[in-house]
């Protein structure tokens, strides 16, 4: 999973979006259900959902998928704007491997800012740390 769609609230009712949407998170959460293994309890609702499966040293494709993702899928994703949520965002993955050590940049092109705006969702790249050459 190199870009995940988030989406958060803390009255978010993800059954319910989930149901009407027809989208498929692969993982959902709860707010007061435990967040992890140390007991921490989660804060708000939400859901995490795979959006391109390109490797994460392939930025060019995972914007490309996270495009097609965001065209097919428009009408359910208007549904954001219909529901309490306190942000959605796709968070690219993306690793710093082969950069000898030097500065690496993405690129998010006008239309893949544009199209995800329209939904109301934002767009991050996260960096992964990478020891391999």
């Known amino acids: 999973m190199s870009c995940v769609l988030t989406v958060v609230g803390e009255n978010f009712d993800v ?3 989930v149901a009407i ?4 998170p692969h993982t959902v959460w709860y707010k007061g259900e435990p967040r992890n293994k140390r007991g921490e309890l989660n804060q708000k609702n939400g859901f995490n959902l795979s959006v391109s499966d390109a490797e ?3 930025f060019n494709n995972q914007v490309s998928d996270t495009l097609l993702f965001l065209s097919q899928n428009a009408d ?4 954001l704007k219909t529901v309490e949520i306190e942000f959605a965002t796709l968070d690219f993955g993306v690793d710093t491997a ?3 050590g030097m500065y ?3 690129y998010l092109p006008p239309s893949l800012v544009e199209a995800a705006a329209a939904f109301g969702i934002g ?3 996260t960096v992964y740390l990478s020891d391999e050459d």
């Not at 949407?21 to 498929?24: C, D, M, N, R, V």
């Open 15 to 17: 059954d319910t979006f």
């Open 104 to 106: 690496k940049g993405f």
């Open 123 to 125: 767009v991050k790249v």
């Open 56 to 58: 994460f040293n392939d």
């Open 98 to 100: 082969n950069n000898n």
């Open 76 to 79: 359910k994703l208007q549904l």
């Open 21 to 24: 949407s027809g989208l498929s």
